[in-house]
T-cell receptor, first 110, second 111 residues
Framework: DAKTTQPTSMDCAEGRAANLPCNHS???????VYWYRQIHSQGPQYIIH???NNETNEMASLIITEDRKSSTLILPHATLRDTAVYYC???????????FGTGTSLTVIP | DVKVTQSSRYLVKRTGEKVFLECVQD?????MFWYRQDPGLGLRLIYF???????EKGDIPEGYSVSREKKERFSLILESASTNQTSMYLCASSLEGWGYTFGSGTRLTVV
């Protein structure tokens, strides 16, 4: 599975959009982009995933560039409860193992 | 919602003890996984299983074994606990081709 690169940490003001970038320049055509987050002392939680098209659900939006070499997770109106570590993972949808890096630590500031 | 339940939230064991960490999922998922999480190292895969009675080594299997006698239960075994196995242990399950559902984790301290 392709590797990903994320910033170590980011801050965001409460109520503003949080945009979390991820680079995956070696992604192959059949690899999906997944996002998870982990709130302190809990297990990681699935947020969203996509292949080529942009995706939106009740938690977030995922924007994937046309060349698929990078993506951005958008939390449209960040709250204090969104403070967490966010993991971007690319993975073929068979084989099943997820390899987690160290992610981006997002702090939402009041 | 799928539930993945880990038997203990916190556990303290002595060096040399045999330790069992239990994980149960209630949605008939084929795949189950054990990770450990340490500061600065992220999540690392220990073992996983695609079916009953089968297991595959992950990236850091040394010092661990697993058991999957029933589809819903995946046990992680520390044969002889050591202080460097002090960590947060996370269990996850999934259907083929889908994302993971994680348990809440077991924070194990080996003294």
């Amino acid at each position: 599975d392709a590797k990903t690169t994320q910033p170590t940490s980011m801050d965001c003001a409460e109520g503003r959009a949080a945009n979390l970038p991820c680079n995956h320049s070696t992604i192959s055509g059949n690899e999906y982009v997944y996002w998870y987050r982990q709130i302190h002392s809990q297990g990681p939680q699935y947020i969203i995933h996509g292949l080529k098209n942009n995706e939106t659900n009740e938690m977030a939006s995922l924007i994937i560039t046309e060349d698929r070499k990078s993506s951005t997770l958008i939390l449209p109106h960040a709250t204090l409860r969104d403070t967490a570590v966010y993991y971007c993972i690319v993975r073929v949808n068979t084989g099943n193992q997820f390899y987690f890096g160290t992610g981006t630590s997002l702090t939402v500031i009041p | 919602d799928v539930k993945v339940t880990q038997s203990s939230r916190y556990l303290v064991k002595r060096t040399g003890e045999k330790v069992f960490l239990e994980c149960v999922q209630d949605m008939d998922h084929e795949n189950m996984f054990w990770y450990r999480q340490d500061p600065g190292l992220g999540l690392r895969l220990i073992y996983f299983s695609y079916d009953v009675k089968m297991k595959e080594k992950g990236d850091i299997p040394e010092g661990y074994s697993v058991s999957r006698e029933k589809k819903e239960r995946f046990s992680l075994i520390l044969e002889s606990a050591s202080t460097n196995q002090t960590s947060m242990y996370l269990c996850a399950s999934s259907l083929e081709g889908w994302g993971y559902t994680f348990g809440s984790g077991t924070r194990l301290t080996v003294v």
